[in-house]
């Protein structure tokens, strides 16, 4: 080709190669969570039994909010509420834990849409213990007209877990998560634990 020819390029291939060029420009974003970016996701899944007594169905669902400190760290609060039930009967009381955390979530950032990461957080839980109808239908005739209420109360706990995040565009993404979730019940008592497995959608911004 002579110097200082131009290449034409015939005009059916100019809108695919624009195009490409487009896609290339896209995916070339960074799309991790970097320092002050940040993130919302809402979850929503299932429990299995650790040594609580967890009869199915068993769900879990709550919202994390995560700040980035660089694209491997990011700072996260976390509220869950679960639903458990202490006894898998006609006679059920039923359990609700509201978790507060906070903690930290370490990425492996690449290159792909798919981000595996590693969590742990800590913070407080609410238990809260309320005797279904029957339970209380037996403790009014036991006990007199009075019924049984809800009761409450908060201990320390901690979670840790992986996770996967699967990235559709620059801002949005699905995930899925597994947690073990750990309460205290004092220093001569043994722990309770569950497992969440949970999917989620997250935003960044």
Known sequence: MPKGEVIKVPGQYKFVISAILCCSCAFAQNTDL???KIEIRGFGGGIRAGNFHVSQPAF????EAAIGLNRIVAVTGTYSFDRLYDRPDIFQQS????E?????????????RITPYGAVSGGG????DTPEFFDQLITASL??????SSSSTTHFAMAIGPGVNYRINSHAGIAVDVRGVAISFGL??????FLRTTGSFYYRF
Not at 60 to 63: E, R
Not at 188 to 193: C, K, Q, V, Y
Request: charged share 10%; hydrophobic share 40%.
């Open 60 to 63: 879990a669902a709550g919202v």
């Open 100 to 112: 507060f955390m906070g903690g930290f979530r370490f990425s492996i950032p690449n290159h792909s």
């Open 143 to 148: 006990s007199g007209p009075s019924f049984a």
């Open 125 to 128: 839980v609410v238990l809260v």
């Open 34 to 36: 970097e320092h002050g």
């Open 95 to 98: 359990r609700v834990v509201h």
């Open 188 to 193: 001569n008592s043994t722990p309770g634990w």
